[in-house]
């Protein structure tokens, strides 16, 4: 008898799909966009509050240490209430808290609404690329993945733009920057009320006319008619090798029985993945945020003006969009493991030859490869995560990987000030192509999922 997860597995992509793609997406962007513009800001503040590094370095700090404890909470949240109603609720926290940041009076107000906005941005992004994976068809799971993950550069570009023009117009013009921030606060209805609940979350709380609801909707869409029988929701149970083998003609499990406890992200058959999973994080997260949120104010330190070097970072920025398309593309030919080792290995390179470049146009070309090849790593590291996990810890398993990663992201940028007292940009740059590299063997060791079915216990 087939289960409900097997048949949206394989349903063709549809106008639901792509509805849940773009509604996704948009919140995405919105979360990218706020996290680039604090780049930009920084690099203003230096100017117009004249903060020292040391204080650029807690503002551009302070969001992640939110972030990590936000992905943790996020991920555990997601599992227990769902992974619509913790997507809506951090459009919502961290939207309010960027347009209340934009009246800041002093570095400690601006600080602590950061870390408020962090907690937001940490919980959003595994919860929404576990919700996408989990209705993707799974033939392209992670080629849609990967497209949601490029929905950042979408956002970062807009933080790009916002900069250029709106952050040099004056004073407070990095107050209006903020201000267009509180966008996703409104965002969050569309999510609450536009997008479906996952599938596999409702099954496993009891919810199966809820979920039967969903998929037969999913299946109209594609012109598909629903069984004849109604589906089981039976578990599928992963084999020696991780792989899900699906238990047929089990019977419907009532929601009074007590559920089995959910694997731990380190019971043997998952701690090496886990631990592996976490070194990627953290080496991605190390380099890419330490460099970019850095980017203006090392340009600027370098003698470039403010527009100037808003605008270096924005021609540099745009670079991601087609490192998120060579991603989506690769990720179903090469597979995830490959393609993912392969951008980071490309980003260790152009890391160095950043910190070596010492002209407009080696910095621009340099940066460029940067941008390119780690957001593809990005994509590719959204669209493994949730495929490593059963669904009974999705959500905590790639929460819990993001949070260590943010650790990282808090590291980085406090770490920047001290290498440049070191040496210059050329140590900056070459710490980051260190982690990168450390991260692409990580990868290696990684089980490859391609063409998998995501586990249901």
């Known amino acids: 008898m087939t289960t409900r997860t097997e048949r949206l597995d394989g349903l063709p992509f549809?106008?639901?799909?792509?509805?849940?793609?773009?509604?996704?997406?948009?919140?995405?962007?919105?979360?990218?966009?706020?996290?680039?513009?604090?780049?930009?800001?920084?690099?203003a503040l230096a100017v117009h509050w004249s903060l020292s590094p040391t204080e650029l370095s807690w503002v551009g700090s302070i969001g992640f240490v939110g972030m990590a404890i936000g992905a943790a909470l996020g991920g555990l949240l997601a599992d227990k209430i769902g992974r619509r109603q913790v997507f809506a609720a951090t459009l919502l926290v961290y939207g309010l808290a960027t347009g209340a940041a934009a009246l800041s009076t002093g570095i400690a107000m601006l600080i602590v609404l950061r870390f408020i906005v962090g907690l937001g941005l940490g919980a959003e992004l595994p919860v929404a690329s576990t919700l996408v994976s989990e209705f993707a068809p799974r033939r392209i799971r992670g080629r849609v993945v990967v497209i949601l993950e490029g929905f950042w550069a979408v956002g970062w570009i807009m933080a790009a733009l916002i900069g250029y023009f709106v952050v040099p117009v004056g004073d407070d013009g990095w107050r209006w920057a903020l201000a267009?921030?509180?966008?996703?606060?409104?965002y969050a209805l569309v999510v609450r009320f536009g997008l479906p609940e996952s599938v596999r979350y409702l099954e496993s709380t009891g919810r199966v006319d809820e979920?039967?609801?969903?998929?037969?909707?999913?299946?109209?869409?594609?012109?598909?008619?629903?069984?004849?029988?109604?589906?089981?929701?039976?578990?599928?149970?992963?084999?020696?090798?991780?792989?899900?083998?699906?238990?047929?003609?089990?019977?419907?499990?009532s929601p009074a029985e007590p559920a089995e406890p959910a694997e731990s992200i380190w019971s043997a058959r998952l701690r090496k993945r886990t631990a592996a999973l976490w070194i990627v994080w953290f080496g991605i997260n190390f380099s890419y945020y330490g460099a970019f949120i850095w980017l203006p104010s090392l340009l600027v330190s370098q003698g470039f003006d403010l527009v100037k070097s808003f605008g270096y970072t924005l021609i540099i920025t745009l670079a991601q969009l087609p490192g998120y398309a060579a991603a989506a593309w690769l990720i179903e030919i090469w597979g995830r493991?490959?393609?993912?080792?392969?951008?980071?290995?490309?980003?260790?390179?152009?890391?160095?030859?950043?910190?070596?470049?010492?002209?407009?146009?080696?910095i621009i070309a340099a940066g460029m490869a940067l941008s390119f090849f780690n957001l593809g790593a990005w994509g590719a590291?959204?669209?493994?995560?949730?495929?490593?996990?059963?669904?009974?810890?999705?959500?905590?398993?790639?929460?819990?990987?993001?949070?260590?990663?943010?650790?990282?992201?808090?590291?980085?940028?406090?770490?920047?000030?001290?290498?440049?007292?070191?040496?210059?940009?050329?140590?900056?740059?070459?710490?980051?192509?260190?982690?990168?590299?450390?991260?692409?063997?990580?990868?290696?060791?990684?089980?490859?999922?391609?063409?998998?079915?995501?586990?249901?216990?």
């Not at 773009?22 to 800001?41: E, H, P, Q, R, Y």
């Not at 267009?180 to 409104?186: H, R, S």
């Not at 299946?219 to 929701?233: D, K, L, Q």
């Not at 495929?387 to 943010?406: D, H, Q, V």
């Open 14 to 43: 549809t106008r639901k799909h792509r509805k849940l793609l773009l509604g996704s997406g948009v919140g995405w962007a919105l979360d990218a966009m706020d996290v680039g513009l604090i780049s930009f800001v920084m690099a």
């Open 180 to 186: 267009i921030g509180i966008i996703p606060a409104a």
């Open 211 to 253: 979920a039967e609801r969903i998929v037969r909707d999913y299946e109209a869409s594609a012109g598909v008619e629903p069984p004849a029988a109604p589906s089981t929701a039976a578990p599928a149970h992963a084999g020696a090798d991780g792989a899900a083998s699906v238990a047929t003609g089990a019977a419907l499990a």
């Open 337 to 362: 493991r490959v393609t993912l080792a392969v951008f980071l290995t490309g980003s260790a390179v152009a890391a160095g030859l950043f910190g070596l470049a010492d002209s407009p146009a080696t």
């Open 381 to 457: 590291l959204y669209a493994i995560g949730p495929e490593l996990y059963p669904t009974s810890t999705r959500g905590s398993g790639t929460g819990a990987a993001a949070a260590f990663g943010r650790i990282a992201s808090i590291i980085a940028p406090l770490l920047v000030p001290l290498l440049l007292d070191l040496g210059d940009t050329a140590m900056v740059f070459g710490v980051f192509a260190a982690a990168f590299v450390v991260a692409a063997l990580a990868a290696f060791t990684l089980p490859e999922r391609k063409g998998v079915a995501l586990e249901d216990t």
